[in-house]
C-alpha cells in the first residue's frame, strides 16, 4: 500500500525497522504520532530553525551529536 496509504488513513508502519534519532526542527519536542512504536527507545535532536532554514551542516551537526551518545552510552554500558 505504501504512502497511498495516507489519503485514506491505511498506512501501515509494520515493515518500518525501529529508529535511532529523530531529528526535529521548528523547536518541538514531541512526536505527533509520528511512528511511535519504531521510535519508542529513539534519541531526540531538536533545532530551533524551522524547516526552511534547516540546513545540511545542521543535519551533520545531529549525526556529531548521535554519534557523542552512542559513545557515552556504550562507555556506561563497559563500566556497569
Request: cysteine-free; hydrophobic content about 40%; proline content about 2%.
Amino acid at each position: 500500500m505504501g504512502l497511498a496509504g495516507l489519503k485514506n488513513g491505511a498506512l501501515r508502519s509494520r515493515n518500518i525497522s525501529r529508529l535511532d534519532l529523530i531529528v526535529r526542527w521548528g523547536g518541538d519536542r514531541r512526536l505527533s504520532g509520528f511512528l511511535p512504536a519504531q521510535s519508542v527507545y529513539a534519541d531526540f535532536y531538536v533545532r530551533d530553525e524551522y524547516g526552511p532554514d534547516f540546513k545540511l551542516r545542521h543535519f551533520g551537526s545531529a549525526l556529531s551529536w548521535f554519534e557523542r551518545q552512542i559513545e557515552r552510552s556504550a562507555a556506561e554500558w563497559s563500566e556497569g
